[in-house]
């Protein structure tokens, strides 16, 4: 079993084995077609690396998971896990989306627009589009803020911050409906995804030429600054911190006993996954907590995903 080392003291290699970067969607691509391409060029950077000894035989890159679909044409925050990280993308489903779009008025704006806006932050009612990939049922999501930033005429800029599984393009539709000049949604660019934001977006270019510099040059800098450890991707997750022989357990699939766990939330502070780490910091199982980590025993973290 192999506890990994701190995130801070992983190598190139490890980061692209077991790391995330936050890339900014261009428009055009499918996420599946991106997450395709950014697998490849870290799995022949690796294996150029490998081939130079300068890289361990053991790492890979055998997939690429991207935190959340964008349709082809939406631009924006597109978190990538790379190598095993790609076992934690359930995690982004514990966080909240933001998102600016241009609303695209048939008629000009109202001018109790922000009024008509502000009446769907909250619980809203909604039933996924026909093209959607989940079951057309109606469901309720949460609207956090809505905000109008801009509004020329026909169209207003609204920046959105809601519940996963939001669906923007049907939420442009019925404020329109609402405003009574009927709406459609213009451009969309998603910019954040907890616990990623817009300010440290990476372009596909820079991703390919980090690669390149680090295998021409032998200089992992700018590599190290837009690849982080895949830990970077769970500090929005409540933490739990167990003992290494605790983790061994988990790596054979037991689940975290209260003798192993050296520190935890209070699991009536908890409402969801926790993510379970060795005293450095290194991330070892995604669970949910089931029993009190002051107990002399029993089980306190029912396992969701091993990550050694």
């Known amino acids: 079993m192999m506890v990994r080392s701190a995130p801070g003291d992983r190598s190139p290699a490890e980061l692209l084995a077991f790391g995330v970067v936050n890339l900014d969607k261009p428009p055009g691509p499918s996420a ?14 690796l294996a150029d690396a490998q081939a130079d000894e300068r890289a361990r035989d053991d790492l890979d890159v055998e ?11 939406v631009t924006g925050c597109l978190p990538m896990l790379l190598g095993d990280a790609t076992r934690v993308a359930q995690a982004f489903g514990e966080g909240q989306k933001e998102y600016v779009s241009v609303l695209e008025l048939h008629a000009d704006a109202p001018s109790d627009l922000e009024a008509v806006v502000g009446e769907f932050e909250g619980e809203i009612y909604q039933k996924p589009p026909r093209k959607s990939a989940v079951s057309r049922r109606l469901r309720t999501r949460e609207i956090f803020d809505l905000d109008v930033l801009e509004v020329e ?3 207003a800029l609204l920046r959105v911050r809601c519940e996963p599984g939001t669906y923007i393009r049907k939420l442009c539709h019925d404020v ?8 459609h949604m213009g451009h969309l660019r998603r910019t954040a995804t907890t616990p990623f934001d817009d300010t440290t977006l ?8 980090a690669l390149h510099f680090w295998l ?5 800098g700018p590599l190290r600054d837009l690849v982080h450890p895949a830990e970077r991707a769970l500090t ?32 009536d502070d908890v409402d969801g996954i926790v993510a379970c780490y060795t005293p450095n910091d290194a991330v070892v199982c995604l ?15 029912a396992l969701e995903r091993v990550l050694v």
């Open 236 to 267: 929005h997750l409540p933490s739990v911190t167990i003992a290494p022989s605790a983790a061994e357990s988990v790596a054979d699939g037991a689940p975290v006993y209260a003798p192993g766990v050296i520190d935890a939330p209070d699991p």
């Open 287 to 301: 669970g949910r907590l089931v029993g009190d980590p002051d107990a002399d025993s029993g089980e306190v973290v």
């Open 216 to 220: 021409a040059n032998d200089d992992e």
């Open 153 to 155: 005429q026909r169209r």
């Open 176 to 183: 329109g409906l609402a405003a009574g000049t009927g709406a």
């Open 63 to 73: 997939g690429a998971a991207h935190a959340g679909t964008l349709d082809p044409k």
């Open 32 to 45: 599946h077609q991106v997450a395709a391409w950014v697998r490849d060029a870290a799995s022949d950077a």
């Open 202 to 209: 990476v372009t596909l270019h820079e991703f390919v030429d």
